[in-house]
Antibody
Framework: EVQLVESGGGLVQPGGSLRLSCAAS????????MNWVRQAPGKGLEWVAY????????HYSDSVRGRFTISRDNAKSSLYLQMNSLRVEDTAVYYC??????????????WGQGTLVTVSS | DIQMTQSPSSLSASVGDRVTITCRAS??????LNWYHQKPGKAPRLLIF???SLQSGVPSRFSGSGSGTDFTLTISSLQPEDFATYYC?????????FGRGTKLEIK
């Protein structure tokens, strides 16, 4: 059974840092691209970051580029999101999401339960 | 960035109704369109990928169609567990943008 379990969320002051982790199990982690998607309270879904299976390629949304860093440790089947210079508007539930597909088709087929990040003074 | 526009933003319907939700992309995205639903307090769940392919385990009352810029999600006969918020997502290009959601409520 595929499982994605996030951790590391919490309350942080504006300008602070936080590191999210996602422990993956039930599949060959290195074979899948991974993503972080967030959802502000009462709002819709926002894709945040992507990393290739090897970790050699990453992409970020404009709203977090230069402040957030996505990384992975395939030996530990773990995904990370280092968040620096946090802003109030980064307050959201952050989901660890598995990407799947081939031949150009791509979709987010498994989601973790999410971890809440609250940025407030 | 490609903008995804869903309509309606909210919808009231009854158990057994046939419901259609639409999603329009700001430019052609071929067939690279996915649908998810999300229940309160839960993570989203993939329903349809590549515009019309049903994800494993998803009931056959869900179907998707479209290509280019216009897409639809149809639920043939609403069940109580279908009341949720529905999102479309394009994966034609990065950023992989979502629509703003359609909240499906019980009439």
């Amino acid at each position: 059974e595929v499982q994605l379990v996030e951790s590391g969320g919490g309350l942080v002051q504006p300008g602070g840092s936080l590191r999210l982790s996602c422990a993956a199990s039930g599949f060959i982690f290195s074979s899948h691209e991974m993503n972080w998607v967030r959802q502000a309270p009462g709002k819709g879904l926002e894709w945040v970051a992507y990393i290739s299976g090897t970790g050699s390629s990453t992409h970020y949304s404009d709203s977090v580029r230069g402040r957030f860093t996505i990384s992975r440790d395939n030996a530990k089947s773990s995904l990370y999101l280092q968040m620096n210079s946090l802003r109030v508007e980064d307050t959201a539930v952050y989901y660890c999401v598995r990407g799947s597909g081939s031949s150009g088709v791509y979709y987010f087929d498994y989601w973790g339960q999410g971890t809440l990040v609250t940025v407030s003074s | 960035d490609i903008q995804m526009t869903q309509s309606p933003s909210s919808l009231s319907a009854s158990v057994g109704d046939r419901v259609t939700i639409t999603c329009r992309a700001s430019q052609s995205i071929s067939k690279y369109l996915n649908w998810y639903h999300q229940k309160p307090g839960k993570a989203p769940r993939l329903l349809i990928f590549a515009a019309s392919s049903l994800q494993s385990g998803v009931p056959s009352r869900f179907s998707g169609s479209g290509s280019g810029t216009d897409f639809t999600l149809t639920i043939s006969s609403l069940q109580p567990e279908d009341f949720a918020t529905y999102y479309c997502q394009q994966t034609y290009s990065t950023p992989r943008t979502f629509g703003r959601g359609t909240k499906l409520e019980i009439k």
